[in-house]
């Protein structure tokens, strides 16, 4: 039966405007770092289009960061000396799902979407824009008013005839410029680490890579820290490539575009692409754009986190440019996977990577083939147990000293455990840190499934003797010798991590010794990379490489430290495994029992050297070398 209805009403889909901004603004951006890796990229883009004018600008961005304690970042601001904004350009540039970078319209740069700026802020918080073109200030101010629930703004009448004395004193540094701040509101995304943390998080994040790298850019980072007797920091970021030689560059047919790739094997081992600072894996990139770093499916390959490099791919911004946007996962956060482009692509790379990572596994497994001589590896092992117990010391102390705790804490921070035997482990926490987060409970995660928690949840209680420190602990389990776990609490917004590694059972009476302590430092053995810009490195299992075709190293230690028995060998050995202890050390007390800071992390080096160094010369120099292979 065929029916007619009456036409009632008809229109656009309603919306709850206000939900959809904040959903969309808190997808894009997670918290402060997010937020920071925008504007930079925002800055860099106006530089960029002027450039393709012709003109040659300073290229300078300035990155203010206000740390409070516990880790409550307060304030960020981004200062350019770009091409600024008209008062019709702000205002586009305030519309969300607006295009404003200029990337359709053929210049290259990475904005797809106009995304990032109003974002940052209405996650974050409340942000103010000042933008300089032409002599015209221009300003803004946008937040999420949590009344209205929406997000608001706040357009000012455009002022000209400033005088550069007036400029500088509302914080631009040029003629044209931006400046953006931001006021951090927001309690679950206000958590930002120490500055050596941040410093090394923008300076290698793949998307700001190129930036950082880039001749034509000075990124200046100021660190502020009130509550550190008001220290401001001033660090110049600069990325340097890993050094290595180029293994492929080809260009491969996909889908009817040419893709090309370049592929690097790196001197040394680099870091996992898993995290957004991993310097290992292959850059994603179109005209100008990086979109992803990627090692498909090789991104815990030991072999694998040899190789960086490249993938140029002009059909992505081509595809854009008509329309389909669908390639791009829209929260810019790289290729969307489930796109058959995007499938094409991860075949033929997972197929040019893998041939590259079996040669350089079968190499890797050739070189450790190379047996040193049994008085020298017993020696070493001897020395690797001893290093083990020097860093237990420092890492493994039963609880922490009055005032030692300034952050959410785990320790051990590095523990071994047996198989089936459960083992406590204690958290702690100061009293301002339960304050702050209005809260005293904990949440712990194991990274391996393999490596149980036997407490996922508890609450920190007073400790009877330090009224300003909380504490509790919890319990984790394995059957699975060999296994390891990065074991994370989580109290609010703040984390702390420690290493749980399931070593072979402890049995009764005589036993043969496995090789190596399976301590914190299990093994040292030589390494034959060529060029290498460090005498050693100290590699994930605890294994110490030292690189015997480092000036000098060769010649009086020997290519398989043969010469260990000489005055020069041991001088040596000795100066390499203190460094290696103290720099091991020194990284993981960091943040945790001394703040972030290059001075402190300097007198802690100090500190490490004066203890460890009358230990290991002692033992290196025995007299009789048998003394030092004699068992335990």
Same mark, same amino acid.
Request: charged share 30%.
């Given at each position: ?20 901004? &904040? ?53 960020? &601001? ?134 950082? =790298? =880039? ?126 482009? =995007? ?91 339960? =304050? ?15 490596? $149980? ?69 299990? $093994? ?30 060769? &010649? ?30 020194? $990284? ?33 120099? &025995? ?10």
């Amino acid at each position: 039966m065929n029916m007619k209805f009456d036409n009632l009403e008809s229109g656009l889909l309603p919306m709850k405007r206000g939900r959809v901004i &904040k959903t969309l603004s808190d997808s894009t951006i997670h918290g402060a770092l997010d937020a920071i890796v925008e504007l930079l990229t925002n800055s860099n883009d106006s530089y960029v289009r002027l450039e393709e004018t012709g003109k040659k600008p300073s290229g300078i961005i300035e990155i203010h960061i206000t740390r409070m304690s516990g880790g409550h970042c307060t304030h960020i &601001k981004v200062i350019d000396e770009a091409e600024g904004m008209g008062f019709n350009t702000l205002k586009n540039s305030i519309t969300f799902s607006g295009e404003t970078s200029g990337f359709k319209e053929g210049r290259t740069v990475r904005g797809f979407f106009g995304r990032g700026l109003k974002e940052s802020i209405v996650a974050l918080g409340k942000g103010h824009i000042m933008t300089l073109n032409e002599g015209i200030l221009s300003t803004a101010e946008i937040y999420y008013d949590r009344q209205q629930e929406d997000a608001v703004y706040n357009l000012s009448t455009p002022i000209k005839n400033f005088s550069p004395e007036e400029l500088k004193e509302l914080g631009f540094t040029g003629p044209t410029g931006t400046i953006v701040e931001i006021q951090i509101n927001n309690e679950k995304k206000n958590s930002i680490p120490g500055r050596n943390t941040i410093e090394e998080y923008i300076t290698n994040h793949y998307s700001l890579r190129e930036i950082c =790298s =880039s001749e034509k850019r000075e990124l200046r980072l100021y660190f502020n820290e009130p509550e550190n007797k008001g220290l401001i920091t001033t660090t110049i970021l600069n990325y340097v490539y890993p050094e290595g030689s180029i293994v492929y560059e080809d260009d491969v047919k996909l889908n009817g575009d040419t893709v090309h790739f370049r592929v690097y094997e790196s001197t040394e081992q680099l870091t996992s692409p898993g995290s957004p600072q991993g310097t290992a894996g292959l850059l994603i990139k179109t005209e100008g754009a990086i979109l992803d770093n990627k090692l498909f499916g090789f991104e815990t390959d030991p072999s694998g986190l040899y190789f960086f490099g490249e993938i140029i791919c002009p059909g992505i911004a081509k595809a854009i440019r008509n329309g389909d946007e669908s390639v791009v996962d829209f929260n810019r956060g790289g290729l969307d996977w489930r796109h058959q482009y =995007s499938k094409e692509l991860e075949s033929s790379s997972k197929e040019i990577l893998k041939k590259l990572i079996e040669a350089k596994r079968e190499k890797m497994r050739s070189d450790k083939e190379q047996q040193l001589k049994e008085p020298i590896q017993q020696m070493l092992d001897k020395l690797c147990r001893e290093l083990s117990k020097l860093a237990k010391d420092e890492l493994e102390d039963a609880g922490p000293a009055p005032g030692q705790v300034n952050a959410l804490m785990i320790l051990p921070m590095v523990v071994n455990i047996n198989p089936d035997e459960p083992r406590s482990l204690g958290v702690y926490a100061p009293k301002y840190i339960i =304050s702050d987060e209005n809260t005293n409970i904990v949440k712990f995660l194991s990274s391996n499934e393999k490596v $149980k928690l036997l407490n996922t949840q508890l609450e920190l209680e007073p400790d009877k003797k330090d009224d300003k420190l909380y504490k509790s602990s919890f319990k984790v389990l394995s059957s699975s010798e060999g296994e390891m776990s990065i074991i994370t609490a989580k109290l609010g917004n703040q984390a702390a991590n420690c290493e749980v590694r399931v070593i072979p059972p402890t049995k009764k009476g005589r036993r043969r010794k496995k090789r190596g302590s399976g301590g914190i430092f299990s $093994k040292i053995i030589p390494a034959h990379d060529n060029e290498p810009i460090q005498r050693f490195q100290y590699t994930e299992g605890g294994i110490i490489r030292i690189f015997v075709k480092f000036p000098g190293i060769n &010649k009086y230690l020997g290519e398989y430290l043969e010469n260990v028995y000489t005055m020069e060998g041991k001088t040596i050995l000795a100066e390499i495994l203190i460094e290696a202890f103290c720099r091991y050390v020194a $990284k993981q007390r960091a943040g945790k029992y001394y703040t972030e800071d290059i001075d402190l992390f300097s007198g802690e080096m100090d500190r490490l050297r004066r203890k460890a160094s009358v230990i290991i010369y002692e033992m290196v120099f &025995k007299a009789d070398l048998r003394d030092l292979i004699e068992a335990d």
